[in-house]
């Protein structure tokens, strides 16, 4: 009986000298897939997705539009030929002139539309850039907690394995026993649901970028634990709410549409300037030719243009409403994503204190423990479930950290590092 226990140790020993090698994390995802980074994530968007090449192309046809405003109308060419008793020829050439400015508020108009589809690119570009962005923690993260729950599952099975050897040499009970099947099983299932929330997460990101929906990645420095321990003391509230509100892509893009708004009006109000028409009339009859200039100019009498004029002033009241909307509306997303990054900062602060540590070499001593026979199984997977439970909660708070960083970003319209 004192052999057999010993050689019941022995095995034991050798395998949970195995399973502390294979609980460990790493710290970077290895795999044969394809690896990707956040920056070559964010690129390829740029450059592949659709709907921005759809932006771009806009911008090309607001470009032809102000190149295409001519310095001039065509002028008329107006002829008349009849023969009967007496020859007469005709002939009318006229040129019209728009007064008021006319065409100098066209061409500010154009222009304006070509700055609003630049904005508008722009615009695209951010929401872009931050749709990849959090997409692509979320792939590093159900990367990385697959990682840890596939890990699990070897270390289960292996702890499966030896509870059946240990029952089948009466060391243990059948409910121990059945605790390890149940407790693999589990395992299994969690990691059955994590490569399901995987799978999500890349369609979710191959769709952003553009390129191929079955295309696997492995991501790069996804959830780096290096963060910053507090932000530049200079970076209050104050300073990103105002830096917002000066580089927001779609606040520019709403005063260009106040200001497209104010050159519409003064082009409704010189179109109230008749235009003037000049022409060179000449006639060849059978007895003489005559020569001679014609001057026309309509008389404003019943129409003023004011339909026109009074709808473009509603309209500004329109812009302005729009515009101190949306000055709120980015103040509010400045606000929450900076108390988000904070609150994010101190949760990961939280973890610091040597917990995730404390937790791995508890989980060890109770591994040394159930070794000797001065713990049961129920102990090591009461102390794993701890561990897994902490280990996941910290990455998704790194997750929630990069994540409200990208929101942060987004919310002020440029990189964080600009202003630190």
Same mark, same amino acid.
């Given at each position: 009986?004192?052999t057999k226990?010993?050689?019941?140790?022995?095995f034991?020993?050798v395998w949970?000298?195995l399973?502390?090698?294979?609980?460990q $994390?790493?710290?970077?995802?290895?795999s044969e897939k394809?690896t990707i980074?956040?920056?070559?994530?964010?690129?390829?968007?740029?450059?592949e997705n659709p709907?921005?090449?759809?932006?771009r192309e *806009?911008?090309k046809v607001a470009?032809?539009?102000?190149d295409? +405003?001519?310095? @001039?109308d065509n002028?008329?060419?107006?002829?008349e030929?009849?023969?009967?008793t007496n %020859?007469? =020829?005709?002939? #009318?050439?006229?040129?019209?002139f =728009?007064?008021?400015g006319q065409r100098?508020?066209?061409?500010?108009?154009a222009q304006?539309?070509?700055?609003?589809?630049?904005?508008e690119?722009? #615009?695209?570009?951010?929401?872009r850039?931050?749709?990849?962005t959090?997409?692509?923690?979320?792939l590093?993260?159900?990367? #990385?907690? /697959? *990682?840890l729950?596939? *890990?699990?599952?070897?270390?289960?099975? =292996?702890?499966?394995? $030896?509870? !059946?050897?240990q %029952?089948?040499?009466?060391d243990?009970?059948?409910? !121990?026993?059945n605790?390890?099947n149940i !407790?693999?099983?589990?395992?299994?299932r969690e990691?059955?649901?994590l490569?399901?929330?995987l799978? /999500?997460?890349?369609?979710e990101?191959n &769709?952003?970028? &553009?390129i191929?929906?079955e295309?696997?990645?492995?991501v790069?420095s &996804? @959830?780096?634990e290096e963060?910053?321990t507090?932000?530049n003391?200079k970076l209050t509230?104050?300073?990103l709410?105002t830096?917002?509100?000066a580089?927001?892509?779609?606040l520019?893009?709403l005063?260009?549409?106040a200001?497209l708004t104010?050159n519409q009006?003064?082009?409704?109000?010189?179109?109230?300037?008749p235009d003037?028409?000049?022409g060179?009339? &000449?006639?060849?009859?059978t007895?003489e030719?005559?020569f001679?200039v014609?001057?026309s100019?309509?008389l404003p009498?019943f129409?003023?243009?004011?339909?026109?004029?009074d709808a473009v002033?509603?309209?500004q009241?329109?812009?302005a409403?729009?515009?101190?909307?949306?000055? !709120?509306k980015?103040?509010?997303?400045v606000?929450s994503?900076?108390l988000?990054?904070?609150?994010a900062?101190k949760?990961?602060?939280?973890y610091?204190d040597?917990s995730l540590e404390l937790?791995?070499e508890?989980?060890d001593?109770?591994?040394?423990a159930y070794?000797?026979?001065?713990a049961?199984?129920l #102990?090591?997977?009461l102390?794993?479930n701890?561990? +897994?439970k902490?280990?996941f909660?910290y990455?998704?708070?790194l997750?929630t950290y990069?994540k409200?960083?990208?929101?942060?970003e987004?919310? $002020?319209g440029?990189?964080?590092e600009?202003l630190?």
């Amino acid at each position: 009986m004192y052999t057999k226990r010993k050689f019941n140790n022995i095995f034991v020993t050798v395998w949970i000298c195995l399973l502390t090698n294979v609980v460990q $994390i790493p710290s970077a995802v290895s795999s044969e897939k394809d690896t990707i980074s956040l920056e070559i994530a964010v690129r390829t968007a740029l450059r592949e997705n659709p709907e921005l090449n759809a932006f771009r192309e *806009k911008v090309k046809v607001a470009r032809a539009s102000v190149d295409g +405003i001519a310095l @001039l109308d065509n002028p008329e060419l107006e002829t008349e030929f009849a023969k009967g008793t007496n %020859f007469e =020829q005709g002939f #009318e050439l006229t040129q019209t002139f =728009q007064l008021g400015g006319q065409r100098r508020h066209r061409r500010k108009i154009a222009q304006n539309h070509l700055e609003k589809a630049n904005t508008e690119l722009a #615009e695209a570009i951010r929401l872009r850039t931050k749709s990849v962005t959090l997409a692509f923690y979320e792939l590093a993260l159900a990367q #990385e907690k /697959l *990682k840890l729950a596939e *890990k699990i599952v070897q270390y289960n099975e =292996q702890m499966h394995d $030896i509870a !059946q050897f240990q %029952f089948e040499t009466g060391d243990i009970s059948i409910t !121990q026993a059945n605790l390890a099947n149940i !407790q693999l099983q589990s395992a299994q299932r969690e990691a059955a649901t994590l490569e399901s929330e995987l799978r /999500l997460a890349q369609l979710e990101l191959n &769709g952003l970028m &553009g390129i191929s929906l079955e295309m696997e990645h492995s991501v790069i420095s &996804g @959830l780096p634990e290096e963060i910053p321990t507090d932000l530049n003391p200079k970076l209050t509230s104050d300073v990103l709410k105002t830096h917002a509100l000066a580089h927001r892509t779609d606040l520019k893009s709403l005063r260009l549409d106040a200001q497209l708004t104010e050159n519409q009006l003064l082009l409704a109000k010189a179109a109230n300037i008749p235009d003037l028409s000049v022409g060179a009339i &000449g006639q060849r009859g059978t007895d003489e030719n005559m020569f001679g200039v014609q001057i026309s100019i309509p008389l404003p009498l019943f129409d003023r243009n004011r339909a026109e004029i009074d709808a473009v002033k509603a309209q500004q009241q329109v812009d302005a409403v729009r515009i101190d909307g949306t000055e !709120q509306k980015i103040i509010r997303e400045v606000m929450s994503a900076f108390l988000s990054l904070n609150m994010a900062r101190k949760t990961i602060a939280s973890y610091k204190d040597n917990s995730l540590e404390l937790l791995n070499e508890n989980l060890d001593l109770t591994r040394a423990a159930y070794e000797l026979g001065e713990a049961v199984l129920l #102990e090591v997977i009461l102390m794993q479930n701890e561990f +897994i439970k902490t280990r996941f909660a910290y990455l998704e708070a790194l997750a929630t950290y990069y994540k409200a960083l990208a929101r942060l970003e987004a919310a $002020i319209g440029t990189s964080i590092e600009l202003l630190q």
